[in-house]
């Protein structure tokens, strides 16, 4: 090999040996971000698994110990004599298929609230301005972030009744408020509903995670080897060149 094709030769390996270790730098950051992805998909997996809601004891008459369970919901609250409210003096009902205000019954089958002539909700000796609720009551977790959020508040019904068949309040003054944290019929448990599909989503990735690696891990090898071999004629045809020029160097230096 002359000395002219001889340096082509070595400058198409150098290019090549760039290109290889482009290629394996490349992979070496998909490696990387599959590593993320993995830590991704296992912090999800584990807050899913490790997440808490908050549910309401129901009063329950076929439970030896009287209560049940239940989601956050308007039938739920309703059912235990509370009223949901906002700041503006408004409360939150729903309507029938009339078009007309459902009023809400607790376990007793009392009524909670009253309407009165003009149209407003009367709670004790307060007044509300009736709203539909149904942007709330839509699910249990727009509800309850509704009210965690301090969008919504509970009135007590059965609080505010005490209050006013035992003391003379002012109209303003005679609804009970309470709040989920403190009322002891509202607690936090650990949230099991999305632990099955957590637990599928979290097997399905990172089995598709590892199979990536893997496959990764081979693309890696093969590139290694590619550069290893390249290398190796890459100081072979260096070897010829260098031979090459020191042949010419003693020709010349004879003359």
Excluded: H
Excluded at 84 to 97: F, G, P, V
């Amino acid at each position: 090999m002359g000395l002219s094709s001889s340096q082509g030769r070595l400058l198409m390996l150098t290019s090549r040996m760039s290109d290889i270790e482009l290629n394996m730098t490349l992979v070496s950051q998909r490696k990387n971000k599959l590593a993320m992805s993995s830590e991704k998909a296992a912090k999800a997996y584990n807050e899913a698994m490790s997440n808490y809601k908050m549910i309401v004891n129901v009063t329950d008459t076929n439970e030896k110990k009287g209560y049940k369970a239940n989601d956050i919901s308007y039938n739920a609250l309703s059912s235990m004599g509370y009223v949901l409210s906002d700041s503006k003096n408004n409360i939150y009902l729903k309507k029938d298929e009339n078009g007309e205000w459902i009023i809400p019954k607790n376990l007793d089958q009392e009524e909670i609230l009253s309407i009165n002539s003009d149209g407003k909700a009367q709670i004790g000796k307060q007044t509300f301005n009736i709203k539909n609720g149904d942007e709330y009551f839509s699910n249990t977790e727009t509800l309850e972030n509704a009210i965690g959020n301090g969008l919504l508040f509970l009135i007590d019904t059965n609080k505010t009744k005490e209050m006013n068949e035992n003391a003379e309040l002012d109209a303003e003054n005679s609804v009970e408020y309470t709040e989920m944290a403190s009322d002891t019929n509202f607690e936090y448990v650990l949230d099991t509903s999305d632990d099955a599909q957590a637990e599928s989503e979290y097997n399905y990735e990172t089995a598709r995670l590892s199979s990536e690696d893997t496959r990764l891990d081979l693309e890696l090898d093969q590139l290694e080897t590619q550069n290893q071999a390249v290398k190796k004629e890459y100081e072979s045809v260096k070897e010829v060149i260098d031979q090459n020029i020191e042949r010419t160097y003693k020709l010349f230096s004879k003359g």
